[in-house]
């Protein structure tokens, strides 16, 4: 099994580099409608509210708002937005304040119990694809590599709308509906979070058209904001996006050197388990429609000092069997009979590697990892904090690349344009959760052999045996790339790993069990 490593896992992304609808119109004409593209539509809304040069003059901006429960004042609200994507949101009620915010790296909240929680998965792409939105204002979308389609005609309080749904490779998808008739935003639906948002009664602010009323709905019912004033460009900082700091002081320095040092040990009793390897593959159009999907099962033997033996279990729900899977188990037992007789060479050729890396280390006078001292340098840390993570405590912290910083290597350049978050387990010293997306393109050649583009991104965990050893869980990662001058794609890849059974690492240990025949036809 090919180990896990951090921060190895950041360079996985540059390893993976080489791998119509229509409704009847709602004012009662029986020919169908043919739908505008969402560029168009997106057009239309720039230039109602206000034109596109306009607009993208805007790096940030301040919202002041009363909310009403019931046509009964409840709290304020104060929202920050900062060009390309960050935004923040502080609802005050009379019971305390919900704060919630994303950068590029991170989205998180803080409720009214206190506590801090970094979102993850499905939860954090759709908050940060929505701020992204809500901070480009719909502007260049395409170069934060934002998907856009319209999926149909619908309508909100009996006007139409085209509704066009904004996605990215991530999975994240939000719904915006675009009046027909003046071409502004009347709503956004966002069915990860389950939320509903309205926007009314549009009046110029500066030239700009802003919606004076926004409904939408919290746990406590349907609250109503009333805009009461808005600033642009007064210079809203940039760390006002990131989460708040533990008040203690955590060294994340020294535990990223602890985690290098832990990993190693570690490493040497990952082949004690065999396991169950689940990869889906996707390719995605341009619109972000799932074009194609393969879905393997793989059986793994990790053999120590050799990459694993994966032995081919099902193929898109379908299990192998007949003349197929005999021919897998007899190459898989092939394998690992030549596994057993290399086994000697195998252990001797790992110590010369370990030795000779110890030696280029001490050569370059570095005490930690190459990996580990590749990612100090180039990344700076912001917010170590405390939170629960699957029940367990962790040390949370975003990073990004290190102002100044100026890369020697590819390896440093890749490492350089990164954004994202760990979660460490402190006392284990493991890495629980890491999420890692491009912030800029990066390109092989000057572009001429590859172009990866932004917003390419890795998530992975790992969980904790009972025996204390800590096993990659699952891992993602979405791709926009172009290979040579010849175009490129879009690519997502998903892989879990399950039903971890642990063996002493022996080849001899593993049984294979006997392929499944055909069954005859009657």
Same mark, same amino acid.
């Given at each position: 099994?090919?180990?896990?490593?951090?921060p190895?896992?950041?360079a996985?992304?540059?390893?993976?580099i080489?791998?119509?609808?229509s409704?009847?119109? *709602?004012l009662?004409?029986?020919?169908s409608?043919?739908?505008p593209s969402? @560029?168009?539509?997106i057009d239309?809304y720039?230039k109602?509210?206000?034109?596109?040069?306009?607009?993208?003059?805007?790096?940030d901006s301040?919202?002041?708002?009363?909310?009403?429960?019931?046509?009964q004042?409840f709290g304020?609200?104060?929202v920050?937005?900062?060009?390309?994507?960050?935004?923040r949101?502080?609802?005050?009620f009379?019971n305390?304040?919900?704060?919630?915010a994303?950068?590029?790296?991170?989205?998180?909240? &803080?409720?009214?119990?206190?506590?801090?929680?970094?979102?993850?998965?499905?939860?954090a792409?759709?908050?940060k694809? &929505?701020?992204?939105l809500n901070?480009s204002?719909l502007v260049?979308?395409?170069?934060?590599?934002?998907?856009?389609?319209?999926? !149909?005609?619908g309508?909100?309080a !009996?006007?139409?709308?085209?509704?066009v749904?904004?996605?990215?490779?991530s999975?994240?998808r939000?719904?915006?509906?675009f009046?027909?008739?003046?071409?502004?935003?009347?709503k956004?639906? %966002?069915? $990860?979070?389950k939320?509903?948002?309205?926007?009314d009664?549009?009046? +110029?602010?500066?030239?700009?058209? @802003?919606?004076?009323?926004i409904?939408?709905?919290?746990?406590?019912?349907?609250?109503?904001?009333h805009?009461?004033?808005?600033?642009?460009d007064?210079?809203?900082?940039?760390r006002?996006?990131?989460?708040?700091?533990?008040?203690?002081?955590?060294?994340?320095?020294?535990?990223?050197?602890e985690?290098?040092?832990n990993?190693?040990?570690?490493?040497?009793?990952?082949?004690?388990?065999?396991?169950r390897q689940?990869?889906?593959d996707?390719?995605? %159009?341009?619109?972000?429609v799932?074009?194609?999907?393969t879905?393997?099962?793989?059986?793994?033997f990790?053999i120590?000092?050799?990459?694993?033996v994966?032995?081919?279990?099902?193929?898109?729900?379908?299990?192998l069997?007949?003349?197929?899977?005999?021919?897998?188990?007899?190459?898989?037992?092939?394998?690992?009979?030549? *596994?057993e007789r290399? &086994?000697?060479?195998?252990?001797?050729?790992?110590?010369?590697?370990?030795a000779?890396?110890?030696?280029?280390?001490a050569?370059?006078?570095?005490?930690?990892?190459?990996?580990? !001292?590749?990612?100090?340098?180039a990344?700076?840390?912001?917010s170590?904090?405390?939170?629960?993570?699957n029940?367990?405590d962790?040390i949370v912290?975003d990073?990004r690349?290190?102002?100044?910083f100026?890369?020697?290597? +590819?390896s440093?350049s890749?490492?350089?344009k990164?954004?994202?978050v $760990?979660?460490?387990?402190?006392? %284990?010293?493991?890495?629980?959760r890491?999420?890692?997306?491009?912030?800029e393109?990066?390109?092989?050649?000057?572009? =001429?052999l590859? !172009?990866?583009?932004?917003?390419?991104?890795?998530?992975?965990?790992?969980?904790?045996?009972?025996?204390?050893?800590?096993?990659p869980?699952?891992?993602?990662?979405?791709l926009?790339?172009?290979?040579? =001058?010849?175009g490129?794609? %879009?690519f997502?890849?998903?892989?879990?790993?399950?039903?971890?059974?642990?063996?002493?690492?022996?080849?001899?240990?593993?049984?294979?069990?006997?392929?499944?025949?055909?069954?005859?036809k009657?």
């Amino acid at each position: 099994m090919n180990r896990l490593r951090f921060p190895q896992l950041l360079a996985t992304i540059a390893l993976f580099i080489s791998v119509a609808c229509s409704y009847e119109s *709602a004012l009662g004409q029986t020919a169908s409608r043919k739908l505008p593209s969402a @560029e168009k539509v997106i057009d239309n809304y720039l230039k109602a509210v206000g034109g596109k040069k306009a607009t993208a003059a805007i790096r940030d901006s301040t919202y002041d708002f009363t909310i009403y429960l019931n046509d009964q004042q409840f709290g304020t609200a104060l929202v920050h937005t900062k060009a390309p994507g960050s935004e923040r949101w502080e609802m005050t009620f009379g019971n305390g304040q919900i704060i919630s915010a994303t950068n590029s790296g991170s989205a998180w909240e &803080r409720g009214l119990n206190g506590q801090l929680r970094t979102l993850t998965g499905g939860e954090a792409a759709a908050a940060k694809l &929505r701020g992204l939105l809500n901070a480009s204002r719909l502007v260049n979308i395409k170069k934060s590599n934002v998907l856009a389609r319209v999926i !149909s005609l619908g309508d909100v309080a !009996s006007e139409p709308a085209y509704i066009v749904e904004f996605s990215t490779r991530s999975g994240a998808r939000l719904q915006y509906y675009f009046s027909v008739k003046t071409g502004l935003i009347t709503k956004i639906t %966002d069915d $990860v979070r389950k939320s509903r948002i309205l926007f009314d009664d549009y009046k +110029r602010n500066k030239g700009i058209l @802003e919606p004076q009323k926004i409904r939408m709905n919290l746990d406590q019912g349907e609250i109503v904001l009333h805009l009461q004033s808005v600033s642009y460009d007064t210079g809203v900082a940039a760390r006002i996006f990131d989460p708040p700091p533990a008040t203690e002081t955590l060294d994340v320095v020294s535990l990223l050197r602890e985690v290098g040092k832990n990993q190693d040990a570690l490493e040497q009793r990952v082949s004690e388990y065999a396991f169950r390897q689940k990869e889906t593959d996707r390719t995605i %159009d341009s619109k972000g429609v799932v074009k194609k999907e393969t879905v393997k099962v793989y059986e793994v033997f990790p053999i120590p000092n050799r990459e694993a033996v994966l032995k081919l279990v099902s193929e898109n729900g379908v299990e192998l069997s007949g003349e197929r899977a005999a021919k897998e188990e007899k190459r898989v037992i092939e394998e690992l009979e030549k *596994a057993e007789r290399e &086994r000697e060479k195998d252990r001797l050729e790992a110590e010369r590697k370990k030795a000779e890396q110890a030696k280029k280390q001490a050569a370059n006078k570095e005490e930690d990892d190459p990996d580990i !001292s590749q990612f100090l340098r180039a990344c700076e840390f912001v917010s170590p904090r405390r939170e629960q993570f699957n029940g367990r405590d962790a040390i949370v912290f975003d990073f990004r690349p290190r102002p100044g910083f100026h890369p020697s290597n +590819r390896s440093e350049s890749l490492i350089a344009k990164l954004v994202g978050v $760990v979660w460490i387990d402190p006392v %284990d010293k493991q890495v629980m959760r890491l999420e890692a997306r491009l912030a800029e393109g990066f390109k092989i050649a000057g572009g =001429l052999l590859v !172009s990866l583009r932004p917003g390419a991104a890795l998530a992975m965990e790992q969980t904790r045996m009972i025996e204390g050893v800590w096993l990659p869980r699952f891992a993602q990662v979405n791709l926009s790339v172009k290979v040579l =001058l010849f175009g490129g794609g %879009d690519f997502n890849k998903t892989i879990e790993w399950t039903d971890y059974r642990h063996f002493s690492g022996d080849v001899n240990d593993y049984k294979l069990d006997s392929p499944k025949t055909e069954e005859k036809k009657p």
